[in-house]
């Protein structure tokens, strides 16, 4: 329910009145008496004046409910009164759903902000009262606080009177869950030979030793009070759960009566409604009592949400090894492994969060998986009280770009420039790449990266090499994938080529004890059997610019190489072509001059 805040004081006059057509008016939100309860069961169905009994009370929060929304059940109180309590109804992970307290009149209880982050929530507490008055067989009438009544057919019958006539016992239980019980006999069962009065109580109670008292009264005077401490001594057995009380000057009296009173603290084992088994024995008697533990409190719960989403790439194969963070209402904030102890789906790549409070969540990746793109956006996902399972779909990651290296070399290692290769890999990729080109993001000579690749099984190949080298023809291969972004496909070594020594003829001097401007005899000595005339000497000369023979080659070194890559070697072909041909021409020229 909401209150509008309507009222202005006097001083705020025309002004304030203005102001309310201008500014919307506030809402608060104030605490509700909500129609929760839905049944009440009192028992045992059948007591006596003076004796407890349990109330069971059930209860479902309506929708909407909000914390401070209150229930109240209203006791008969011509008839019963309850105890003054307080308790506290929990669900099993021992949160609160609700605090309650009781007077004498009613119990009411507040509920906390469980209703506000769960769904369904319902439960049940208990509250203890005490017959007060005979109602025969009529029943008794329970009243909710918003007028619903529930009837419980309870009998309450007219007790025998305060006085003990004979041996008996009973208890109640204590707002605090102590017990206190009450046994006593008349006097007439006390004899000098029967003074001792002894109490065997339940294994699953713990006596409270400074509790015990001894009271006395007559039928006359309804008051008990205590008789000195000296006329009795009290004796403890904890090993039996026994105590007894024996009476120094015990007085046979009939109108006298005797009162043992003491307190006992259950243990974990006794729990509400369980019968709790006394023994006591005076004199000659016995009486044996079961006393039904009766204590408040409540248990409940409530429903509350999951969420669910999973990890993928972009063909839809789950990935693992991711991380996100969740944050929620009343403070939900959690950041969540693939596969931790917050992760309620043990298969990898799918994700699932329980016992979450009603409300709007908001999911954030903060790890991709390894290989993958982080996604920089957020996700929302509501779990509600019609739709509980929550769900933040599939989160798709792009796998993160490759790169693949190499190196060419030649056989020393050293790095070699202007290579090219083709480089090919999947869905049809091919790209022809040069040293220090375009593609290559690695400017050293030798060294090449490529980069922005798919994953995938890469093959790569030289198809030219610097001048004067021989390619490697060795295929050389890579795979790129999410462990291994990088991929070093190795290197190419290429070959220096040896060098090819063309042919170079030489043109040989002429004699020189050989004039070559004197003409040889024509008239051979054996022609006139005399002998010849002796020619006068002529010393050669040295060749000058004007006498010099045509040319003289030298005897130059060229090499020559073969390549694969760089210019034609047709040009050193044809110069040494050109000098066997002059060397040739020489020769004739020189043999032509002997014969003449």
Not at 151 to 172: D, Q
Not at 212 to 232: C, G, H, K, L, M
Not at 292 to 299: A, C, K, L
Request: aromatic share 8%; hydrophobic share 35%; with cysteine.
């Amino acid at each position: 329910m909401q209150k509008k805040i309507t009222h202005l004081g006097a001083t705020m006059g025309v002004i304030g009145l203005a102001l309310l057509g201008t500014f919307a008016v506030p809402t608060i939100a104030v605490a509700a008496e909500v129609e929760s309860i839905t049944s009440v069961a009192a028992n045992p169905s059948d007591v006596r004046i003076g004796e407890q009994f349990s109330v069971d009370v059930t209860f479902s929060a309506p929708g909407g409910t909000r914390a401070g929304d209150t229930f109240t059940l209203n006791v008969p109180i011509s008839y019963v009164s309850a105890r003054l309590d307080s308790a506290q109804v929990k669900d099993n992970d021992d949160n609160v759903i609700a605090n309650c307290a009781s007077t004498s009149t009613a119990i009411t209880c507040t509920y906390t902000d469980y209703v506000e982050t769960h769904a369904n929530v319902t439960g049940t507490v208990r509250f203890i009262t005490t017959a007060n008055r005979s109602n025969g067989s009529s029943g008794l009438d329970w009243t909710t606080g918003t007028g619903t009544v529930f009837h419980t057919a309870n009998t309450i019958a007219a007790s025998p009177g305060g006085f003990p006539w004979r041996l008996a016992k009973n208890g109640e239980t204590l707002a605090d869950g102590t017990i206190r019980y009450y046994s006593g006999f008349p006097g007439t069962v006390l004899s000098p030979n029967y003074s001792e009065w002894t109490d065997t109580y339940d294994s699953r109670l713990i006596l409270n030793k400074s509790t015990v008292a001894v009271q006395t009264r007559t039928p006359a005077f309804n008051n008990w009070v205590s008789i000195d401490p000296s006329e009795y001594t009290v004796t403890f057995d904890d090993a039996n759960h026994t105590f007894s009380v024996k009476f120094l000057d015990p007085v046979r009296d009939s109108s006298l009566a005797y009162r043992m009173v003491y307190i006992m603290q259950p243990s974990s084992g006794a729990t509400g409604g369980s019968p709790l088994n006394n023994t006591v024995a005076a004199g000659e008697q016995t009486f044996s009592y079961d006393y039904t533990y009766f204590s408040g409190g409540g248990g409940g719960g409530g429903d509350q949400g999951t969420l669910s989403w999973t990890k993928a790439d972009e063909k839809g194969q789950l990935l693992p090894g991711a991380a996100f963070h969740v944050v929620g209402p009343y403070g939900f904030d959690k950041t969540i492994v693939d596969n931790d102890s917050s992760d309620t789906n043990s298969a990898a790549g799918k994700f699932g969060l329980d016992h979450l409070p009603i409300g709007v969540y908001t999911l954030t990746e903060v790890t991709a998986p390894v290989g993958y793109r982080l996604e920089q956006q957020n996700w929302q996902a509501t779990v509600s009280s019609t739709q509980l399972a929550g769900s933040f779909g599939t989160i798709v990651n792009t796998p993160l770009p490759g790169t693949v290296t190499w190196r060419l070399v030649d056989a020393d290692g050293n790095p070699l420039p202007s290579g090219t290769f083709t480089l090919e890999g999947p869905n049809g990729y091919q790209r022809v790449i040069s040293d220090n080109g375009d593609l290559d993001t690695n400017s050293a000579d030798g060294e090449i990266t490529i980069e922005g690749l798919p994953w995938g099984n890469y093959t790569l190949t030289q198809t030219t090499g610097p001048a004067g080298y021989k390619i490697d023809t060795v295929v050389l291969t890579g795979t790129l994938d999410a462990t291994h972004l990088v991929g070093d496909l190795g290197r190419l070594v290429d070959t220096k080529l040896s060098p090819v020594v063309p042919v170079v003829p030489v043109v040989p001097d002429p004699p020189h004890n050989e004039d070559p401007t004197t003409p040889p005899s024509s008239t051979p000595e054996a022609s006139t059997g005399s002998t010849p005339a002796t020619a006068p000497y002529v010393q050669a000369q040295k060749p000058t610019p004007e006498n010099a023979p045509e040319a003289k080659l030298s005897n130059t070194h060229t090499t020559t190489l073969e390549v694969t890559g760089g210019e034609s070697p047709l040009w050193l072909m044809i110069g040494g072509l050109s000098l066997v041909a002059v060397g040739a021409a020489a020769m004739v020229a020189r043999k032509k001059l002997r014969l003449k």
